[in-house]
C-alpha cells in the first residue's frame, strides 16, 4: 500500500504544472491523511500482533510451568509407585518365610499328632483286651457257678472288676461273723482257683449290712461288716491257699446299700459280703507306662 501512494505522489506532481496550486496543495492534503489513515491502520494491526506474541508468550511459559509441575507431579508418583511395588515385594517376601515356617511346624505337629494317636490306639486296646480279659474271668466263675440260686449269689462284670455278690443266707447264720456256711465253700473254692491261675488278679472282700442294728449289740455295724469280710479272707487264704498278698478286707456297714431298706427283702439284698475280682493297678500302670514309652 505504500508503494501506491508513491506512485500517486508521482503522479501528482507530473501533473503540476497542468494544476492549480490550489487544487495541487488539495491532493496532497488528502493523500497525507489517506497515508496517516493507513499508517495508523498498519500500526493498530502491528500493535495487535505484538499483543498476540506476548500473550502466546506468556501462554507458553504458562504451559511450559505447567508441564513441568506436571512431570514432577509424575516423577513423584511414579516413586511412590516403585516405593508400593517394592513394600508388596517386600511383603509377599515375609509371607513366602512365614508359609515356609508355618508349613515346617505343621509338618511338626502332624506328626506328633500322630505319634499321639498311635498312643492312644495303643492305650484303647490295652483297655479292650484288659476288659476282655475280665469278661473272660466272669464267663468262666459263671460256668463254674451256674447251679447256685440267684437269691444267695449273683455274678457281676462292671467298671472293668468282676463282683461275686454272696447274700448274708448263703454265707452266714444271722448274727455270726467267724463261720461260714458250707454251702458257701464251693463258690469261694471256684473263686480261690480262678485267681490263682490268674496271677494279673488280686481279690477286695467287702461286707456290707442293712440300716438295721446288728444283732450283736456289742459291735457297730462297721465291726460287724468288717468281721464277716475277714472270716471270708480266712477261708480263701487258709482253706484254699490263696496267697494273702493278693486278698485285703474292708467293711462299709450299711453306707453302700445294693437296694432299698424299707422292705424285708431289700435288707436281705443289702446284708451281703462282695467279692471284687480285679486286676493289679501295677500291671495296668507297667502295660501303660510300656504303651508310652517313646
Not at 39 to 63: P, Y
Not at 150 to 165: F, M, P, Q, R, S
Not at 226 to 251: W, Y
Amino acid at each position: 500500500m505504500l508503494k501506491h501512494c508513491i506512485v500517486l505522489f508521482i503522479a501528482t506532481l507530473l501533473l503540476a504544472g497542468c494544476v492549480g496550486k490550489r487544487k495541487h496543495l488539495e491532493m496532497i492534503s488528502s493523500l497525507q491523511k489517506q497515508h496517516e489513515a493507513e499508517t495508523g491502520a498498519l500500526r493498530g494491526e502491528l500493535d495487535a500482533a505484538n499483543k498476540s506474541i506476548h500473550d502466546l508468550t506468556l501462554e507458553l511459559v504458562g504451559q511450559k510451568g505447567a508441564n513441568e509441575a506436571l512431570l514432577t507431579t509424575q516423577d513423584k508418583l511414579q516413586q511412590r509407585i516403585d516405593d508400593l511395588q517394592a513394600e508388596i515385594d517386600r511383603l509377599k517376601n515375609n509371607v513366602s518365610n512365614q508359609q515356609e515356617s508355618f508349613g515346617a511346624e505343621l509338618q511338626m505337629k502332624e506328626k506328633e499328632l500322630a505319634v499321639c494317636s498311635q498312643r492312644i490306639a495303643n492305650i484303647s486296646g490295652l483297655l479292650a483286651d484288659w476288659s476282655k480279659g475280665m469278661e473272660s474271668v466272669a464267663e468262666e466263675i459263671r460256668t463254674a457257678l451256674a447251679e447256685e440260686p440267684a437269691d444267695l449269689l449273683a455274678i457281676e462284670a462292671k467298671d472293668g472288676n468282676v463282683t461275686v455278690v454272696m447274700f448274708e443266707k448263703l454265707l452266714f447264720k444271722p448274727g455270726s461273723t467267724s463261720k461260714v456256711e458250707n454251702g458257701a465253700l464251693k463258690p469261694l473254692e471256684t473263686i480261690a482257683e480262678v485267681v490263682k491261675s490268674h496271677p494279673e488278679l488280686s481279690v477286695r472282700i467287702v461286707g456290707h449290712t442293712d440300716n438295721q442294728p446288728v444283732p450283736r449289740k456289742s459291735l457297730e455295724s462297721w465291726d460287724y461288716s468288717l468281721l464277716r469280710a475277714g472270716t471270708v479272707v480266712k477261708v480263701l487264704t487258709e482253706e484254699f491257699d490263696l496267697g494273702p498278698n493278693r486278698v485285703i478286707a474292708a467293711g462299709k456297714s450299711e453306707f453302700e446299700p445294693r437296694t432299698s431298706n424299707e422292705t424285708a427283702e431289700g435288707r436281705a439284698q443289702n446284708r451281703r459280703v462282695e467279692v471284687i475280682i480285679q486286676q493289679s493297678e501295677d500291671i495296668l500302670v507297667r502295660d501303660i507306662r510300656r504303651v508310652l514309652a517313646p
